[in-house]
């Protein structure tokens, strides 16, 4: 244990601002330092014994106005294997549903003085709303259509450990991208660390002017995909297939699914990832998502809490700086 | 099939713009050769030759916007009955819209109307896919797999899609597959009811009628959607003088915007109502004469790309009733090569030029590999005596539905011969 202390003694830096809201708050150098203290508590949540003391005293509140499972319980874990004590509220059944305004609740929270505050909302902008409103700390964890910067950092994690380099690495983003926090957080980090950004998708679900994004746009997967390193399924959301983006799963399974042989056209050794939860035979076929010699999607998962747990060390450091 | 030598020919081929005289050797299904000039072909052993005696052979038209009753009126017409009256016109591929019953929504109905075509070897027959499910204009038909499985073009029939982002999305999306869209120009609320274009005429029959401007209006929208999406999108039918003024615009911007006219629309004008005659019941409904000028204009100097029959066979129940009860449409398969060649004896258009818009610019749009006489290209073929006259009677036609508006018509320009891949599917 005195290792894995020593170790994050070393890699723990504060982090470049009181808030993680969006995958910008990050320049490169930022990014590495992140990535290099994440590889640290991988090693450490494989271990038996998986807690520290490093947020000890600390408060960290869940609050997912959104249904999440593996998010929530990813910060959940995070947070108490660090040593913070962890809640979650239900914004479900809590004062929201009776017509509290995100303010209202926000300043309310804030009065209870927690440290960490993990918010999900449905509407894009809302963290940041939040973020002017308290006095703790502030990480998007997904907002509206915006950004979800801690899974392009777990994502960014992911694809290190399996190449050991993001940079020159060619990476597809396929399917709603239109929709997707996960992608446009991914395409700012991915960027940033020097990777090759293609986005992949029927007209319908890429932004008209995402080639403005520093990536590559194609509407046919097999172009799109060739020579990629990297595939990184997007979930297709139920309420938009049918008919209104596409005209039915069969015929997105069949042109922006992908299987086996449309596989084939990426370089080799190429791996497939997914934010989760994933439709099978829609937007991805199962022979692919369980492969584990191309699927890093049970590996995307295990990243996620090392990677939220170097966030939230060094939000934790940040403060201590603060004070 | 034995090798054929039409020799002693009059060749007139827009895709080469070559009008003179030749020679064709057909074999195998194919162009085996094309000669220019006087020249005899010879050195073709077993071959059959043909003397056309200075007749002309053209290759065969491309009818863009045909209706049969198949499946789910075949008392109209069924694809057997529209083919016999394609190959007698000298329309040796033909598309077929989407509204049938069940209508072409999904890739099964497209395969259907390929296998039936098959069967009947007549003439090749396609068909369009519907742009949105159940022609409803309210979720996008899948474009991409009806497009695999041979679908041509897709459309929303001769109802518009009137939800502004449905069409902007249907082209968005259908712009992934380099997929062409047409539509209607027909505003839906100013069209409501009306039975012909509003203006004296119409006003003093006592006929509801309605703005030539519904067109331009409806055009105006839809080619700002095409600006906005960059489809490719053909105007299904334009008919009136402002609707040209959004075209020629649409076109100067460079979009990749393609219009289609009827023959109807060349042929006739409102006055032709005047009796009250179902068989000039239409939709769009016959204008104005300026506007029919006007589109004669277009066809001439390339402004509008194609000529379609618009076929669409209405039996007596549907026509023999008030012209404000009727159904509107009236069939053309059979007369559209005549009606053509009439065209170009009044309004001095030279015939190339008018048959390049029911062949090579039809094929282009459509991607298919027909509507020239090229060595090596399938041998879809009419031989025509453009000259002969004859007058078109009810027992000539061989369609099921008779409302021709040409019935009694002195008409010029007869098929002697069409080919389908070299087969001879209709000879006098």
């Known amino acids: ?323 | 099939m034995s090798a054929l030598a039409f020799v002693n020919a009059r060749l007139i081929d827009p895709a080469t713009e070559y009008d003179g005289p030749g020679s064709v050797i057909v074999a195998e299904g194919v162009i085996a050769d094309v000669i220019y000039g006087h020249e005899t072909p010879s050195g073709h052993a077993g071959i059959r030759v043909i003397d056309c005696d200075e007749n002309a052979i053209l290759p065969g038209l491309i009818d863009m916007r045909v209706r049969t009753g198949e499946p789910g009126s075949e008392p109209k017409e069924t694809l057997k009955s529209a083919s016999l009256a394609a190959a007698a016109g000298g329309v040796t591929s033909f598309v077929v819209q989407p509204d049938t019953d069940p209508c072409i929504d999904e890739p099964a109905m497209a395969d259907f109307i390929l296998r039936r075509a098959r069967d009947i070897e007549l003439v090749h027959v396609y068909p369009a896919g519907a742009a949105t499910k159940k022609l409803e204009g309210r979720q996008m038909a899948e474009i991409g797999l009806m497009a695999e499985a041979g679908a041509l073009y897709f459309t929303n029939g001769d109802e518009p899609i009137v939800n502004s982002k449905i069409l902007s999305r249907v082209l968005n999306y259908a712009n992934g597959f380099n997929a062409l869209i047409a539509h209607r120009p027909k505003e839906p609320w100013l069209s409501e009811g009306a039975v012909a274009t509003s203006g004296e005429m119409a006003a003093r029959m006592g006929l509801p009628g309605v703005s030539a401007l519904a067109e331009r209006i409806m055009m105006e929208r839809d080619l700002a959607l095409v600006e906005l999406t960059g489809a490719r999108f053909l105007v299904d039918q334009v008919s009136t003088r402002e609707g040209l003024g959004s075209l020629e615009r649409a076109k100067a911007k460079g979009l990749e915007v393609f219009a289609s006219v009827s023959i109807n629309h060349l042929m006739f004008n409102e006055l032709d109502i005047g009796d009250y005659r179902t068989f000039f019941r239409l939709d769009p409904p016959l204008r104005a004469e300026r506007d029919r000028l006007a589109m004669i204009d277009a066809v001439a100097s390339g402004l509008v790309d194609v000529i379609v029959s618009n076929h669409t066979p209405e039996p007596a129940e549907h026509k023999r009733l008030p012209f404000s009860e009727s159904t509107p449409g009236a069939i053309g398969l059979q007369t559209l090569l005549p009606a053509l060649i009439g065209l170009h004896h009044e309004n001095d258009i030279p015939l190339i030029d008018l048959l390049r818009t029911v062949t090579q610019n039809p094929a282009q749009l459509l991607g298919l590999d027909a509507g020239r006489i090229a060595k090596g290209a399938p041998a879809d073929l009419l031989l025509v005596d453009i000259d002969a006259p004859f007058a078109l009677r009810e027992r000539d036609i061989l369609s099921k539905s008779k409302n021709s508006p040409f019935e009694n018509r002195t008409l010029q320009g007869k098929v002697l011969k069409t080919l389908v891949d070299g087969r001879i599917v209709y000879e006098i």
């Not at chain 1, 005293?57 to 106005?65: E, H, P, S």
């Not at chain 1, 991805?284 to 090392?306: F, K, W």
């Open chain 1, 1 to 323: 244990m005195t290792d894995v202390n020593d170790l994050i003694r070393t890699r723990l830096t504060a982090f470049p601002k009181r808030h993680f809201l969006a995958a910008q708050d990050l320049d490169p150098p930022d990014i590495a330092n992140l990535l290099d203290l994440a590889d640290v508590f991988v090693d450490l949540n494989r271990q038996s014994t998986k807690k520290l003391d490093l947020l000890r005293g600390r408060t960290l509140v869940n609050m997912f106005f959104e249904n999440s499972t593996r998010t929530q319980s990813s910060f959940e874990l995070a947070g108490k294997r660090l040593g913070a004590d962890t809640i979650n509220m239900s914004m479900k059944t809590s004062s929201v549903a009776k017509g509290e305004t995100l303010i209202d609740t926000a300043v309310t929270l804030n009065a209870m003085k927690p440290d960490l505050l993990v918010v999900r909302h449905s509407a894009s902008g809302a963290a940041a709303l939040l973020a002017q409103k308290v006095g703790c700390s502030v990480v998007n964890a997904g907002d509206g259509q915006h950004q979800h910067p801690t899974q392009a950092l777990l994502d960014m994690l992911s694809i290190r450990r399996a190449f050991g380099h993001v940079d020159g690495l060619t990476i597809a983003i396929c399917g709603d991208v239109l929709h997707s926090r996960v992608a446009r957080s991914n395409v700012i980090l991915l960027n940033a660390m020097g990777a090759n950004v293609r986005l992949v998708g029927p007209p319908t679900l890429i932004p008209g002017d995402a080639d403005q994004w520093g990536t590559e746009v194609y509407h046919d997967m097999r172009e799109g995909i060739a020579d990629a390193n990297v595939v990184m399924m997007l979930r297709l959301q139920l309420e938009r297939m049918d008919g209104a983006f596409i005209p039915s799963t069969r015929e997105y399974y069949r042109f922006f699914g992908l299987d086996r042989e449309k596989l084939a056209v990426a370089a080799k050794g190429a791996k497939v990832m997914h934010p989760g939860p994933m439709n099978r035979g829609v937007e991805i076929d199962s022979e692919i998502a369980d492969d584990l010699s191309v699927s890093l999607i049970q590996d995307q998962v295990e990243m996620g809490v090392a990677a939220r747990m170097a966030v939230l060390a060094s939000l934790a450091a940040r403060l201590e700086n603060d004070r």
